[in-house]
């Protein structure tokens, strides 16, 4: 069952049943984008308005964490080394 074929008024209702009783699952995907604060807020509304649609579920959740360092596994490089 296509997300084309909820096309009618009031099929919101049947397209959340359908998720529900697992006879309709949406596509899932997992994006780690690691930036720098000052460019934080125009990441997410990019990733927003690329993943928004009509139907009112399913549009997924973004979450901001701090990133309080890194380490490279196969030279043990720690922070900026790590990442460039």
Known sequence: ???DEFS???????MVN???D????FPR????ILAHD???????????N??????????GTIFVLPVS??????TGEAGDAAIW
Request: negative net charge.
């Open 1 to 3: 069952m296509g997300m």
């Open 8 to 14: 009618e008024a009031g099929d919101t209702e049947k």
């Open 18 to 20: 359908c998720f529900l």
């Open 22 to 25: 697992g006879s309709r699952f």
């Open 29 to 32: 995907r997992l994006f780690t």
């Open 38 to 48: 000052e460019d934080v807020p125009r990441i997410i509304e990019a990733v927003a």
């Open 50 to 59: 690329a993943n928004r649609t009509e139907y009112g579920i399913g549009d």
């Open 69 to 74: 360092d890194a380490v490279r596994v196969r």
